[in-house]
C-alpha cells in the first residue's frame, strides 16, 4: 500500500500554501521587528512596546504595524538604500582618486613627454607614482 494514496494532490497543494503563508509571515515578523528597533523617530518605550505586541499577539501585531507604519517602513527603508548608495559613491571616488584617477594623470604626463616638456625618466616617476 503506497503512503501516498493517503495525502492526495489537493491537500499537498493545500500543505505547500500555508507553509509559504507561514514562511512569509515569519519574514514580516523579523522584518518589522528590525525596522522597530532601527526607528530614531519614537522613545524606547514605544520599541519596546511594539516588541511585546508583536510578540503576544503575533497576528495582530503584524498587521496593526503594517497597517500604521508600512508607509513610513518603505520611506526610511528608501533613504538607507539611499545613504549606502552616497557611501558606496564617495568610497569609489576616493579610491579611484578623483575625477580621472591614475589614467588621467598617466595621459597627461604623456602629453607632457610628447610635447618635450618632460623627459622619459620623468614620465615614468610620474607613471609609479599614479600607478602606486
Known amino acids: 500500500m503506497p503512503v501516498a494514496a493517503d495525502y492526495p494532490l489537493l491537500e499537498i497543494m493545500w500543505t505547500m500554501l500555508l507553509f509559504f503563508v507561514f514562511v512569509m509571515w515569519i519574514f514580516l515578523l523579523f522584518r518589522i521587528i528590525v525596522d522597530v528597533f532601527r526607528r530614531h523617530d519614537i522613545s524606547g518605550w514605544l520599541k519596546a512596546g511594539w516588541t511585546v505586541f508583536i510578540i503576544v499577539l503575533p497576528l495582530l501585531g503584524v498587521l496593526v504595524y503594517l497597517i500604521a507604519e ?4 518603505s520611506e526610511r527603508d528608501m533613504s538607507q538604500v539611499r545613504a549606502q ?3 558606496q559613491d564617495e568610497y569609489i571616488r576616493s579610491v579611484s582618486g ?9 595621459e597627461s604626463a604623456k602629453g ?4 618635450g616638456a618632460i623627459t622619459q625618466d620623468e614620465f615614468a616617476a610620474i607613471k609609479a607614482k599614479a600607478l602606486g
Request: charge should be negative.
Open 112 to 115: 607632457l613627454l610628447d610635447s
Open 70 to 73: 508600512g508607509g513610513s517602513m
Open 98 to 106: 578623483g575625477a580621472g584617477g591614475a589614467a588621467a594623470e598617466i
Open 85 to 87: 548608495q552616497a557611501q
